[in-house]
Every structure is written in C-alpha cells, then in structure tokens.
C-alpha cells in the first residue's frame, strides 16, 4: 500500500464527509459557525487523523490516530441528532445518515482490529512511499554531485 488514499476505511469516511458537506449546506445561516462547522471539523477529523497515522512508522501510534477517528465518527451522529431535534434534517436523513456512519465504524474497526493483530504478531512492513522517498533522495544528491563535479 503507497497512500492512505487506498485504505477502505478512508474510502468510506471520504464519502461520508462529502456527503456532511452536501447536507450541511441546506442547514440555515445562523448555523454556520455553529452546528455547520462542528459537523464538518467532525467530518473532516475522521479522514485527516487516517492519513496523519498512516504517516507514523509504529502501529501503537496508528491505532491512536485510528481511534480518534473513531471518537469524531461518533460526534458526527451526536451533531446529526441535534440536527434532526432542530428540524434541520428529517428522521429519514438522520437515520441514513447513522447507517452511513456506522458502515465506516465497522470497517474503521476491523482495520484496528488488523493493526491490533500486526502489533502483537511484531510484523513490521514499513509504508512503500518511505522507500520512494529515499530513492528520490538519493537522485536528488547525485544530481547535485554531478552539477558540482561538472561545474
């Protein structure tokens, strides 16, 4: 795996938020930097802490950013109910929208239960972009020498 775009877990909650974003629009605008907002930072914690923890090289570290995760996917249905007691959103929506969140916990819960599963196995598989990364170093500096030798 090169990216967290190709993690399911990310897949799903990338869906999810665009479709926070989509409903959120329709929410009135006293409601902008309040209920808005929080539905959206919510929304978009969930996608940002899986790609900040697939940057980290030891499992402990990127089940915590998982779990956090975890914590904003359920402050997106607490904000969806008081959406819904609002009368911002029907019970329809809202129940939708709850199936949504909690087909992203399930598999955002089986990847924990996988890195959980690494971590006690001691598997370590460094991230492939790491070893792009040192070739692309590693290209750069000869180049350099090259220029400098040459000039």
Request: glycine share 4%; aromatic share 10%.
């Amino acid at each position: 795996m090169k990216t967290f775009e190709e993690l399911d877990c990310w897949k799903k909650a990338a869906a999810l938020r665009r479709k926070v974003s989509t409903l959120t629009k329709t929410f009135p605008v006293e409601e902008k930097f309040r209920l808005m907002d929080q539905l959206l930072r919510a929304s978009r914690s969930v996608t940002a802490n899986l790609a900040e923890g697939f940057g980290r090289f030891h499992y402990q570290e990127y089940i915590q950013y998982c779990r956090q995760s975890r914590g904003s996917l359920y402050e997106i249905i607490d904000h969806l109910i008081v959406a819904c007691e609002e009368k911002y959103i029907t019970e329809n929506e809202l129940n939708e929208m709850r199936q949504e969140v909690h087909h992203c916990l399930a598999i955002l819960n089986g990847f924990i239960n996988y890195l959980m599963k690494a971590k006690s196995n001691n598997q370590v598989q460094e991230p492939e972009i790491w070893y792009n990364l040192i070739e692309q170093t590693q290209q750069i500096t000869n180049n350099e020498q090259r220029i400098t030798n040459n000039g």
